[in-house]
């Protein structure tokens, strides 16, 4: 199947080429930063930014949501999210 999009430049604006199983973790980092993380089932998420110094804790993420936050790790503790997808 033809890629019309296939010589564009990629960019964290740009959709996804790729998703891959988010399986948190308190202490193993992502094995790439994503330009996303989408949400299957609503929760919360401890993760920390790509640029942070500290975690950050999101409350009432809603299922099906996408979260354009540029992970570095996403936490088991705190974590109640589920089915999460990073979107690379």
Do not use: C, E
Not at 19 to 48: E, F, Q
Not at 57 to 79: D, M
Request: charged share 15%; glycine share 6%.
């Amino acid at each position: 199947m033809p890629d019309q999009f296939s010589s564009a430049a990629d960019a964290v604006s740009a959709p996804a080429r790729r998703a891959l199983a988010v399986t948190p973790h308190d202490s193993n980092a992502l094995s790439d930063i994503p330009k996303a993380l989408y949400v299957g089932t609503g929760g919360s998420i401890t993760m920390r930014g790509v640029d942070a110094a500290a975690d950050q804790l999101w409350k009432n993420v809603p299922a099906g949501a996408i979260l354009p936050f540029r992970a570095q790790y996403v936490r088991a503790t705190g974590t109640t999210a589920a089915d999460l997808l990073a979107l690379y």
